[in-house]
Protein backbone atom coordinates (compact mmCIF):
# COMPACT_ATOMS: atom_id res chain seq x y z
CA UNK A 1 0.00 0.00 0.00
CA UNK A 2 1.33 3.62 -0.53
CA UNK A 3 1.33 5.56 1.55
CA UNK A 4 2.10 9.37 0.39
CA UNK A 5 4.57 11.89 2.37
CA UNK A 6 2.84 14.18 5.19
CA UNK A 7 2.18 17.55 3.65
CA UNK A 8 -0.02 19.92 5.10
CA UNK A 9 -2.60 21.84 3.24
CA UNK A 10 -1.23 25.70 4.02
CA UNK A 11 2.16 24.04 2.42
CA UNK A 12 -0.05 22.90 -0.94
CA UNK A 13 -1.58 26.88 -0.87
CA UNK A 14 2.20 28.19 -0.75
CA UNK A 15 3.43 25.80 -3.42
CA UNK A 16 1.19 27.16 -5.86
CA UNK A 17 1.09 30.98 -4.95
CA UNK A 18 4.89 30.49 -4.65
CA UNK A 19 5.34 28.99 -7.59
CA UNK A 20 2.94 31.03 -9.99
CA UNK A 21 3.78 34.16 -8.69
CA UNK A 22 7.70 33.80 -9.17
CA UNK A 23 6.82 32.63 -12.85
CA UNK A 24 4.93 35.19 -13.58
CA UNK A 25 7.34 38.33 -12.21
CA UNK A 26 9.66 36.62 -14.35
CA UNK A 27 7.65 36.90 -17.25
CA UNK A 28 6.95 40.62 -16.65
CA UNK A 29 9.49 41.02 -19.64
CA UNK A 30 9.48 38.61 -22.50
CA UNK A 31 11.41 38.25 -26.18
CA UNK A 32 7.65 36.94 -27.27
CA UNK A 33 3.91 36.89 -26.08
CA UNK A 34 2.10 34.94 -28.10
CA UNK A 35 -2.01 35.44 -27.57
CA UNK A 36 -3.69 32.82 -28.21
CA UNK A 37 -3.17 29.03 -27.58
CA UNK A 38 -4.46 27.46 -30.43
CA UNK A 39 -2.35 25.20 -32.58
CA UNK A 40 -0.60 28.51 -34.63
CA UNK A 41 -0.08 30.00 -31.48
CA UNK A 42 1.52 26.85 -29.94
CA UNK A 43 3.77 25.67 -33.20
CA UNK A 44 5.00 29.31 -33.01
CA UNK A 45 6.17 29.23 -29.49
CA UNK A 46 7.14 25.47 -29.38
CA UNK A 47 9.81 27.18 -32.50
CA UNK A 48 10.64 29.88 -30.75
CA UNK A 49 11.28 28.11 -27.66
CA UNK A 50 13.44 25.65 -29.12
CA UNK A 51 15.48 28.50 -30.78
CA UNK A 52 16.28 29.99 -26.94
CA UNK A 53 13.66 32.28 -26.93
CA UNK A 54 11.53 33.06 -23.95
CA UNK A 55 8.03 32.70 -24.75
CA UNK A 56 4.59 33.12 -23.08
CA UNK A 57 1.50 32.51 -24.25
CA UNK A 58 -1.53 33.99 -22.80
CA UNK A 59 -4.74 31.97 -23.11
CA UNK A 60 -8.08 33.62 -21.85
CA UNK A 61 -10.02 29.82 -21.90
CA UNK A 62 -8.86 27.59 -19.38
CA UNK A 63 -7.91 25.07 -21.50
CA UNK A 64 -5.33 25.23 -24.25
CA UNK A 65 -5.67 23.80 -28.24
CA UNK A 66 -9.10 25.67 -29.64
CA UNK A 67 -10.72 23.74 -32.33
CA UNK A 68 -7.73 21.78 -32.14
CA UNK A 69 -9.39 19.69 -29.75
CA UNK A 70 -12.20 18.55 -31.24
CA UNK A 71 -12.46 18.93 -35.53
CA UNK A 72 -14.80 19.79 -37.26
CA UNK A 73 -18.51 19.61 -36.22
CA UNK A 74 -17.40 18.30 -32.64
CA UNK A 75 -16.22 14.86 -34.30
CA UNK A 76 -13.04 14.76 -32.92
CA UNK A 77 -10.45 13.85 -35.90
CA UNK A 78 -8.35 16.73 -37.46
CA UNK A 79 -7.49 16.84 -41.06
CA UNK A 80 -4.07 18.11 -42.63
CA UNK A 81 -2.92 18.35 -46.36
CA UNK A 82 0.35 17.05 -47.23
CA UNK A 83 3.12 18.51 -46.83
CA UNK A 84 2.09 19.71 -43.29
CA UNK A 85 1.96 15.82 -41.61
CA UNK A 86 5.28 16.32 -41.42
CA UNK A 87 4.19 17.89 -38.18
CA UNK A 88 2.55 15.05 -36.66
CA UNK A 89 5.83 13.28 -37.32
CA UNK A 90 7.51 15.67 -35.35
CA UNK A 91 5.65 14.94 -32.34
CA UNK A 92 4.79 11.77 -32.65
CA UNK A 93 1.24 11.80 -33.32
CA UNK A 94 0.32 8.47 -35.50
CA UNK A 95 -2.19 9.24 -38.28
CA UNK A 96 -3.80 7.43 -41.54
CA UNK A 97 -4.18 8.81 -44.93
CA UNK A 98 -7.81 9.55 -45.96
CA UNK A 99 -6.97 9.93 -49.59
CA UNK A 100 -3.82 11.16 -52.02
CA UNK A 101 -2.20 13.95 -49.92
CA UNK A 102 -5.10 14.10 -47.24
CA UNK A 103 -4.47 12.95 -43.22
CA UNK A 104 -6.36 12.58 -40.47
CA UNK A 105 -5.49 12.06 -37.09
CA UNK A 106 -7.26 11.96 -33.66
CA UNK A 107 -7.95 15.38 -32.73
CA UNK A 108 -7.08 15.01 -28.50
CA UNK A 109 -3.82 13.11 -28.86
CA UNK A 110 -2.80 15.68 -31.57
CA UNK A 111 -3.61 18.55 -29.53
CA UNK A 112 -2.56 17.13 -26.27
CA UNK A 113 1.20 15.70 -28.43
CA UNK A 114 1.43 19.77 -29.35
CA UNK A 115 0.52 21.11 -26.17
CA UNK A 116 3.50 19.00 -24.18
CA UNK A 117 5.53 19.96 -27.30
CA UNK A 118 5.46 23.31 -26.67
CA UNK A 119 5.81 23.35 -22.90
CA UNK A 120 8.80 20.95 -23.51
CA UNK A 121 10.37 23.47 -25.27
CA UNK A 122 10.43 26.31 -22.23
CA UNK A 123 7.11 27.77 -23.10
CA UNK A 124 5.18 29.43 -20.08
CA UNK A 125 1.87 29.59 -20.39
CA UNK A 126 -1.33 31.77 -18.25
CA UNK A 127 -4.66 30.65 -18.75
CA UNK A 128 -7.52 32.57 -18.25
CA UNK A 129 -5.76 35.39 -19.11
CA UNK A 130 -7.10 38.72 -21.45
CA UNK A 131 -5.69 40.57 -23.71
CA UNK A 132 -6.90 44.60 -23.15
CA UNK A 133 -4.89 46.65 -24.82
CA UNK A 134 -1.29 46.88 -26.51
CA UNK A 135 1.45 48.80 -24.91
CA UNK A 136 2.63 50.87 -27.93
CA UNK A 137 5.73 53.12 -27.66
CA UNK A 138 6.01 56.44 -29.24
CA UNK A 139 8.47 54.71 -32.51
CA UNK A 140 4.47 53.38 -33.12
CA UNK A 141 6.37 49.84 -31.73
CA UNK A 142 3.95 47.27 -30.05
CA UNK A 143 6.11 46.81 -27.02
CA UNK A 144 3.79 44.52 -24.95
CA UNK A 145 0.07 44.25 -23.94
CA UNK A 146 -2.26 44.69 -21.25
CA UNK A 147 -3.77 41.89 -19.64
CA UNK A 148 -6.13 41.02 -17.13
CA UNK A 149 -7.99 38.30 -15.38
CA UNK A 150 -10.56 36.80 -18.60
CA UNK A 151 -13.61 36.13 -15.94
CA UNK A 152 -13.58 39.42 -15.64
CA UNK A 153 -15.41 40.08 -19.04
CA UNK A 154 -18.38 38.56 -18.04
CA UNK A 155 -18.97 39.91 -14.18
CA UNK A 156 -20.88 43.06 -13.26
CA UNK A 157 -19.59 46.46 -14.12
CA UNK A 158 -19.44 47.14 -9.97
CA UNK A 159 -17.74 43.95 -9.79
CA UNK A 160 -14.91 44.56 -12.13
CA UNK A 161 -13.42 47.69 -11.78
CA UNK A 162 -10.37 46.15 -11.85
CA UNK A 163 -7.32 47.52 -13.53
CA UNK A 164 -5.26 44.96 -15.31
CA UNK A 165 -1.63 44.84 -15.70
CA UNK A 166 0.98 45.86 -18.17
CA UNK A 167 3.32 42.88 -19.83
CA UNK A 168 6.56 44.17 -21.71
CA UNK A 169 8.04 41.89 -25.00
CA UNK A 170 9.90 42.63 -27.99
CA UNK A 171 7.75 40.90 -30.46
CA UNK A 172 4.13 39.57 -29.92
CA UNK A 173 2.43 37.21 -32.35
CA UNK A 174 -1.94 37.52 -32.45
CA UNK A 175 -2.75 33.88 -32.88
CA UNK A 176 -6.46 34.86 -31.65
CA UNK A 177 -8.12 33.08 -34.48
CA UNK A 178 -11.21 34.55 -36.79
CA UNK A 179 -11.21 37.45 -34.10
CA UNK A 180 -7.80 38.79 -34.66
CA UNK A 181 -8.03 40.31 -31.42
CA UNK A 182 -4.94 41.93 -31.55
CA UNK A 183 -4.55 43.52 -34.60
CA UNK A 184 -8.32 45.04 -33.88
CA UNK A 185 -7.34 47.10 -30.76
CA UNK A 186 -5.21 49.05 -33.83
CA UNK A 187 -7.86 48.73 -36.16
CA UNK A 188 -9.57 50.56 -32.90
CA UNK A 189 -7.22 53.26 -33.06
CA UNK A 190 -6.84 54.10 -36.79
CA UNK A 191 -3.67 52.48 -37.14
CA UNK A 192 -4.37 49.31 -39.38
CA UNK A 193 -7.09 48.46 -41.28
CA UNK A 194 -8.69 44.66 -41.35
CA UNK A 195 -10.62 43.44 -44.59
CA UNK A 196 -12.12 40.80 -42.40
CA UNK A 197 -12.42 37.10 -43.68
CA UNK A 198 -14.04 35.88 -46.92
CA UNK A 199 -16.13 32.54 -47.27
CA UNK A 200 -14.58 28.92 -47.19
CA UNK A 201 -12.36 27.51 -49.84
CA UNK A 202 -10.03 25.56 -48.81
CA UNK A 203 -7.28 25.46 -51.18
CA UNK A 204 -6.76 29.02 -51.52
CA UNK A 205 -6.92 29.94 -48.40
CA UNK A 206 -4.33 27.24 -46.68
CA UNK A 207 -1.90 28.72 -49.19
CA UNK A 208 -2.65 32.07 -48.44
CA UNK A 209 -2.72 31.88 -45.17
CA UNK A 210 0.88 30.60 -44.65
CA UNK A 211 1.98 33.36 -47.75
CA UNK A 212 0.82 35.95 -45.41
CA UNK A 213 1.88 35.30 -42.33
CA UNK A 214 3.77 38.04 -41.04
CA UNK A 215 4.25 41.24 -39.69
CA UNK A 216 1.38 43.64 -40.22
CA UNK A 217 2.82 46.25 -37.92
CA UNK A 218 5.85 46.79 -36.20
CA UNK A 219 6.74 44.55 -33.32
CA UNK A 220 3.41 42.67 -34.67
CA UNK A 221 3.23 39.45 -36.23
CA UNK A 222 -0.47 37.77 -37.12
CA UNK A 223 -0.71 34.02 -37.90
CA UNK A 224 -3.47 31.37 -38.05
CA UNK A 225 -6.76 32.68 -39.04
CA UNK A 226 -5.90 35.92 -37.32
CA UNK A 227 -4.15 36.36 -41.13
CA UNK A 228 -7.60 35.38 -43.05
CA UNK A 229 -9.56 38.19 -41.03
CA UNK A 230 -6.48 41.14 -41.68
CA UNK A 231 -5.78 40.62 -45.87
CA UNK A 232 -9.62 39.26 -46.38
CA UNK A 233 -8.81 35.98 -47.00
CA UNK A 234 -11.36 32.88 -47.51
CA UNK A 235 -11.96 30.79 -44.38
CA UNK A 236 -10.38 26.81 -44.57
CA UNK A 237 -12.73 25.11 -42.54
CA UNK A 238 -12.08 21.96 -40.46
CA UNK A 239 -8.54 21.59 -41.62
CA UNK A 240 -5.74 22.26 -39.72
CA UNK A 241 -2.16 22.02 -42.20
CA UNK A 242 -2.17 25.76 -42.67
CA UNK A 243 -2.66 26.93 -38.94
CA UNK A 244 0.82 24.44 -38.04
CA UNK A 245 2.72 25.51 -41.07
CA UNK A 246 1.38 29.51 -40.04
CA UNK A 247 2.52 29.08 -36.70
CA UNK A 248 6.25 28.10 -38.10
CA UNK A 249 5.66 30.94 -40.57
CA UNK A 250 5.48 33.59 -37.72
CA UNK A 251 8.20 32.24 -35.77
CA UNK A 252 10.44 32.49 -38.55
CA UNK A 253 9.13 36.33 -39.05
CA UNK A 254 9.95 36.51 -35.05
CA UNK A 255 13.19 35.27 -35.06
CA UNK A 256 14.51 37.85 -38.09
CA UNK A 257 12.99 40.39 -36.24
CA UNK A 258 14.69 39.68 -32.60
CA UNK A 259 18.09 39.32 -34.52
CA UNK A 260 17.72 42.82 -36.17
CA UNK A 261 16.92 44.06 -32.52
CA UNK A 262 19.86 42.08 -31.39
CA UNK A 263 22.20 43.65 -33.70
CA UNK A 264 20.73 47.22 -33.78
CA UNK A 265 21.71 47.04 -29.59
CA UNK A 266 25.05 45.60 -30.39
CA UNK A 267 25.59 48.11 -32.80
CA UNK A 268 24.08 51.17 -30.32
CA UNK A 269 26.78 49.64 -27.54
CA UNK A 270 29.46 50.11 -29.51
Excluded at 5 to 22: M, N, P
Aim: contains cysteine; negative net charge.
Amino acid sequence: MTLFHQVREGEVTKAIVGSFLRQFEEYVYSDVIIVGGGPSGLIAGRELGKAGYKVLIIERNNYLGGGFWVGGYFMNKVTLRAPSQEILDEVNVPYSEASEGLYVADAPHACSKLIGATCDAGVKIFNLTLMEDLIVREDNMVAGLVVNWSPIAYLPKEVSALDPIPLETRVVIDATGHDACVARKLEHRSALKLTGEGAMWIEKSEEAVVEHTGEVYPGLIVTGMAVATVYGLPRMGPTFGAMLLSGKRAAEVAIGILQQIEESSVTENG
